[in-house]
């Protein structure tokens, strides 16, 4: 009896030093997130891409596309035009080609990465090259791949369109078998997509785009994963397991594999039922400044794994965009509000020329009044529009406030 004990308790890993109040764990989320205190301007966009270690794509385009809101959130209005080029390599007819500063790949899901984290995703190319072609359905997959990569060397980035067509006429999902191919290559790693154009992929050789120094893929699976788990760590603070796993779709068992090597301390929360891990620096200097007030993406890597969100902030999301219009409760694309540390509300967020249009606003209590009809207010001069309107509110006093705020 003794033995298992003994077994089950070295399992657990050692018993944490450190113990936090939830209030301090919510303060190291938000700082690592580049949340609290003052932004690093300098730094710039990149910074905040090198800082989060990821950032979500996505279609969904209402104040702007996600990618673009991350960076707001933090830094405040941010052009769209310095944007894209902080992100994505500068074409040539707008400045002089250089090394990509990030490229596009599978982590949280389909994200932008710095280009310095393109060595740890060699083990996500070869398990895709191990599983085989993507859905066995091209019918000459030697041909339609060396097809694409002469192309690619002959002329240089190209979309799939150019290449040749992305779909065959049908549904959106209904690929050519030159997309196909693309995509495998992208996949598995001889392709890679170091900028959008028109929200359409280009496609480079890897070789070619790839800075030579970090264009290879020796690093063995465990030093891939240990390096992502760490990464992550870094990027959210203080996490648990499935926290440390979520964030670039691991699997729990390849984060208790290499948990011991990160460097992570392991830690305990009050109220947290599992054990969790923090990051030394967070540790070393408790985080101190001024709260960002702002509007959040749902796809921000601060809140977009759910239960992570329920258990920090005490506050439920979904996004309802794929949810039928009459049971959406807090719209198409709710936006949570970020005041003084909290998420103290939420709004489904529209344009109309120059009107901004709040479609449904929902308050946590008249204190985030004025919070909101602030981040409305920038986010409204941010796109360029002079107005705020309010639709819906959850409540008619807090509406009646609202409205009397932002005028």
């Known amino acids: 009896m003794v033995s298992s004990m003994t077994t089950a308790a070295a399992a657990k890993g050692p018993?944490?030093?450190?113990?936090?109040?939830?209030?301090?764990?919510?303060?190291?989320?938000?700082?690592?997130?580049?949340?609290?205190?003052?932004?690093?301007?300098?730094?710039?966009?990149?910074?905040?891409?090198?800082?989060?270690?990821?950032?979500?794509?996505?279609?969904i385009s209402v104040l702007a596309r996600s990618h673009e809101l991350v960076p707001y959130a933090r830094l405040g209005a941010v052009g769209r035009g310095p944007v894209e080029s902080a992100y994505w390599t500068p074409r040539a007819a707008e400045a002089a080609p250089g090394p990509p500063h990030s490229f596009e790949y599978w982590s949280h899901a389909a994200c932008i990465l710095p280009i310095e984290e393109w060595p740890l995703f060699a083990f996500r190319r070869r398990a895709f090259q191990a599983r085989g072609h993507r859905w066995h359905v091209m019918k000459d997959a030697e041909r339609s791949c060396a097809a694409v990569r002469d192309r690619l060397k002959a002329d240089g980035p190209l979309t799939a369109?150019?290449?040749?067509?992305?779909?065959?006429?049908?549904?959106?999902?209904?690929?050519?078998?030159?997309?196909?191919?693309?995509?495998?290559?992208?996949?598995t790693g001889e392709v890679v997509c170091t900028e959008r154009r028109g929200w359409k992929r280009v496609y480079d050789l890897a070789e070619r785009a790839v800075p030579e120094p970090l264009f290879h893929d020796d690093l063995t699976d465990t030093e891939c994963i240990r390096r992502l788990v760490a990464q992550?760590?870094?990027?959210?603070?203080?996490?648990?397991?499935?926290?440390?796993?979520?964030?670039?779709?691991?699997?729990?068992?390849?984060?208790?594999?290499?948990?011991?090597?990160?460097?992570?301390?392991?830690?305990?929360?009050?109220?947290?039922?599992?054990?969790?891990?923090?990051?030394?620096?967070?540790?070393?200097?408790?985080?101190?400044?001024?709260?960002?007030?702002?509007?959040?993406?749902?796809?921000?890597?601060?809140?977009?794994?759910?239960?992570?969100t329920e258990r920090i902030f005490g506050f439920t999301h979904r996004l309802e965009a794929y949810v039928p219009k009459p049971k959406r409760v807090h719209?198409?694309?709710?936006?949570?509000?970020?005041?003084?540390?909290?998420?103290?509300?939420?709004?489904?967020?529209?344009?109309?020329?120059?009107?901004?249009v709040a479609r449904q606003v929902s308050l946590d209590g008249p204190e985030a009044v004025a919070?909101?009809?602030?981040?409305?207010?920038?986010?409204?001069?941010?796109?360029?529009?002079?107005?705020?309107?309010?639709?819906?509110?959850?409540?008619?006093?807090?509406?009646?406030?609202l409205v009397t705020a932002l005028a």
């Open 15 to 59: 018993a944490p030093a450190h113990h936090l109040s939830a209030g301090e764990a919510r303060r190291m989320a938000l700082r690592a997130q580049g949340l609290l205190g003052a932004p690093d301007r300098r730094a710039g966009v990149r910074g905040v891409l090198r800082q989060l270690g990821a950032v979500q794509l996505d279609t």
């Open 161 to 187: 369109t150019q290449l040749g067509g992305a779909k065959n006429g049908g549904e959106w999902y209904d690929w050519s078998e030159t997309k196909i191919a693309v995509e495998w290559l992208l996949d």
């Open 232 to 308: 992550a760590g870094a990027a959210m603070g203080v996490a648990t397991r499935a926290d440390l796993a979520d964030y670039h779709r691991l699997k729990g068992d390849q984060v208790d594999a290499v948990i011991e090597g990160t460097g992570l301390v392991p830690v305990e929360v009050a109220g947290w039922s599992k054990p969790a891990w923090a990051d030394p620096a967070v540790l070393a200097a408790p985080p101190r400044g001024r709260h960002r007030t702002t509007l959040l993406s749902p796809f921000d890597s601060l809140v977009w794994d759910r239960p992570r």
């Open 331 to 356: 719209g198409y694309f709710a936006m949570p509000l970020l005041t003084g540390g909290r998420l103290a509300g939420r709004v489904d967020p529209a344009r109309e020329g120059g009107t901004l």
């Open 371 to 401: 919070p909101m009809a602030r981040a409305l207010r920038e986010a409204a001069e941010w796109v360029g529009c002079d107005t705020v309107r309010i639709e819906r509110c959850d409540s008619p006093a807090l509406a009646a406030a």
